[in-house]
Nanobody, 119 residues
């Protein structure tokens, strides 16, 4: 069964760190770019960081310098290391394919993992 599962979210204070993990199954995830998106209440889902199958990375301006995306194809896993977290980073975080048609990507949205940054 082709799927992906996000984990690692939680409640942290401003300035702290979290590492999100996306565990995938299926060849389709190894050969495509993968991305971490987030959706805050009342806002649209936005791409935070992406990584190509070859390991090139790209980030939203809000994530540059604080977040690092990586992947381990041998473990079918994609990570998002988030440092210096801010209250505005509070959202549900999702991983999924990136740089593919939405008609393909929409088949794989998971439950996401909640990140809450609050003092």
């Amino acid at each position: 069964q082709v799927q992906l599962v996000e984990s690692g979210g939680g409640l942290v204070q401003p300035g702290e760190s979290l590492r999100l993990t996306c565990t995938t199954s299926g060849y389709i995830f190894r050969i495509n770019a993968m991305g971490w998106c987030r959706q805050a209440p009342g806002k649209q889902r936005e791409l935070v960081a992406g990584i190509t199958s070859g390991g090139s990375t790209y980030y939203a301006d809000s994530a540059k310098g604080r977040f690092t995306i990586s992947r381990d194809n041998a473990k079918n896993t994609v990570y998002l290391q988030m440092n210096s977290l801010k209250p505005e980073d509070t959202a549900v975080y999702y991983c999924n394919l990136d740089r593919v048609p939405d008609s393909l990507r929409r088949n794989y949205w998971g439950q996401g993992t909640q990140v809450t940054v609050s003092s």
